[in-house]
């Protein structure tokens, strides 16, 4: 046998009579040296092949796997491992894995991890289309397999990728409309309405918050005294507080006089309630609001997300300079903030056509 000229003697070559190469996978664990055989050229075995089964043998040894499976790892595999250390380096483990198995699996998670190539990106993304899946979702599973082969990469399991580049799609995330004041108030004035339901609109639509952040409300977040509210963002990892808005205070500081302090303000309980359990609710509320409207329309459909957009919106609408509105969000980029200038500059135009109608009527 003898060495390789890339990857030296740890893939070994053995020439046969027949002129067909045999290769085989050498390495140490614990002082224990394994030769195992690979397979033949004439299969379709390369050298870089024996390097997969070199890195995925030596990892099974250091843990004292007694299977040494005789294969390249599979994608269904490595995510395996990735949801594996996820589950303890990642808050968000749960709803990843999700969206693997649900969106990446089925298609792609039997290849094997380092054979995908951008022609497997394109015919996700293709198919993740098919499903009508919004491009910003589509951008979202895609970075899932990304940050797999990546892991897979980095904790050596795997040694290379013939992905050379995701190209993302394009993303409009400027959404035209929001709830008027008058609807707020209307579907917190709806008959029967679940306190729940109510708590959480008022929250969401006054403090611009995200779902989880307003689930994650306690009465003890809420400064009486200074009128402040303390907010949890998981998405950038902190805390964060603003000035709380009148409408609040008449609603909720009552509330916090009679509870423990400790309750979440949504769930009026000392158990953080899912947003599933009002989901429904919430959707029924935004029904009349989306009527005509395409369910794929993200511009003008009024969702959950347009509450915290409303929010934005009428700060915009009292010229409240971007800077503060910025603040306000907790965004960290001031480009996500510029969206909601456009509201500024409609009630500048109205402010002028006021002023032209005044001038035509002394004519």
Same mark, same amino acid.
């Given at each position: 046998?003898?060495?390789?000229?890339?990857?030296?003697?740890?893939?070994?070559?053995?020439?046969?009579?027949?002129?067909?190469? #045999?290769?085989? !996978?050498?390495?140490?664990? +614990?002082? &224990?040296?394994?030769?195992? =055989?690979?397979?033949? @050229? /004439?299969? %379709?075995?390369?050298?870089?092949?024996?390097?997969?089964?070199?890195?995925?043998?030596?990892?099974?040894?250091?843990?004292?796997?007694?299977?040494?499976?005789?294969?390249?790892?599979?994608?269904?595999?490595?995510?395996?491992?990735?949801?594996?250390?996820? #589950?303890?380096? !990642?808050?968000?483990?749960? +709803?990843? &894995?999700?969206?693997?198995? =649900?969106?990446?699996? @089925? /298609?792609? %998670?039997?290849?094997?991890?380092?054979?995908?190539?951008?022609?497997?990106?394109?015919?996700?993304?293709?198919?993740?289309?098919?499903?009508?899946?919004?491009?910003?979702?589509?951008?979202?599973?895609?970075?899932?397999?990304?940050?797999?082969?990546?892991?897979?990469?980095?904790?050596?399991?795997?040694?290379?990728? &013939?992905?050379?580049?995701? =190209?993302?799609?394009?993303?409009?995330?400027?959404?035209?409309?929001?709830?008027?004041?008058?609807?707020?108030?209307?579907?917190?004035?709806?008959?029967?309405?679940?306190?729940?339901?109510?708590?959480?609109?008022?929250?969401?639509?006054?403090?611009?918050?995200?779902?989880?952040?307003?689930?994650?409300?306690?009465?003890?977040?809420?400064?009486?005294?200074?009128?402040?509210?303390?907010?949890?963002?998981?998405?950038?990892?902190?805390?964060?507080?603003?000035?709380?808005?009148?409408?609040?205070?008449?609603?909720?500081?009552?509330?916090?006089?009679?509870?423990?302090?400790?309750?979440?303000?949504?769930?009026?309980?000392?158990?953080?309630?899912?947003?599933?359990?009002?989901?429904?609710?919430?959707?029924?509320?935004?029904?009349?609001?989306?009527?005509?409207?395409?369910?794929?329309?993200?511009?003008?459909?009024?969702?959950?997300?347009?509450?915290?957009?409303?929010?934005?919106?009428?700060?915009?609408?009292?010229?409240?300079?971007?800077?503060?509105?910025?603040?306000?969000?907790?965004?960290?980029?001031?480009?996500?903030?510029?969206?909601?200038?456009?509201?500024?500059?409609?009630?500048?135009?109205?402010?002028?056509?006021?002023?032209?109608?005044?001038?035509?009527?002394?004519?």
């Amino acid at each position: 046998m003898k060495k390789s000229v890339k990857y030296g003697s740890r893939v070994m070559l053995n020439i046969l009579k027949n002129g067909d190469t #045999s290769y085989f !996978a050498v390495f140490n664990v +614990k002082g &224990k040296k394994y030769v195992k =055989k690979v397979g033949l @050229k /004439s299969n %379709g075995i390369t050298e870089s092949i024996v390097i997969e089964y070199r890195n995925r043998w030596t990892l099974e040894a250091r843990h004292q796997k007694t299977t040494i499976q005789k294969h390249p790892l599979a994608l269904n595999e490595l995510a395996q491992y990735y949801f594996e250390y996820l #589950s303890i380096h !990642a808050k968000s483990a749960n +709803k990843i &894995k999700q969206n693997y198995y =649900k969106h990446i699996s @089925k /298609s792609l %998670g039997d290849s094997v991890a380092f054979e995908l190539n951008d022609l497997d990106i394109l015919r996700l993304q293709s198919s993740l289309k098919d499903k009508k899946l919004a491009d910003s979702s589509i951008n979202q599973i895609v970075g899932i397999l990304s940050r797999i082969i990546n892991f897979g990469i980095e904790k050596s399991y795997i040694e290379f990728t &013939k992905i050379k580049k995701i =190209k993302k799609l394009k993303v409009n995330n400027v959404r035209n409309r929001f709830i008027p004041k008058s609807e707020i108030e209307s579907f917190l004035k709806e008959e029967g309405i679940d306190k729940r339901v109510f708590n959480f609109i008022l929250l969401a639509v006054f403090t611009g918050a995200r779902v989880g952040a307003v689930l994650k409300i306690r009465y003890r977040d809420f400064d009486w005294e200074n009128q402040k509210i303390k907010l949890n963002d998981d998405k950038r990892n902190m805390v964060y507080s603003i000035d709380i808005s009148p409408v609040i205070i008449e609603h909720i500081k009552p509330q916090s006089i009679k509870s423990n302090k400790n309750n979440f303000v949504v769930s009026g309980a000392s158990e953080k309630m899912k947003y599933a359990t009002i989901r429904y609710q919430l959707t029924k509320l935004f029904a009349g609001l989306n009527d005509g409207i395409d369910k794929a329309d993200r511009k003008e459909k009024i969702v959950i997300h347009s509450l915290r957009h409303s929010f934005a919106s009428y700060l915009a609408i009292a010229k409240a300079p971007a800077l503060n509105i910025k603040e306000m969000l907790n965004q960290a980029d001031i480009r996500n903030t510029e969206r909601y200038l456009h509201l500024i500059e409609d009630v500048n135009k109205t402010y002028i056509n006021e002023i032209g109608e005044l001038r035509s009527e002394k004519k």
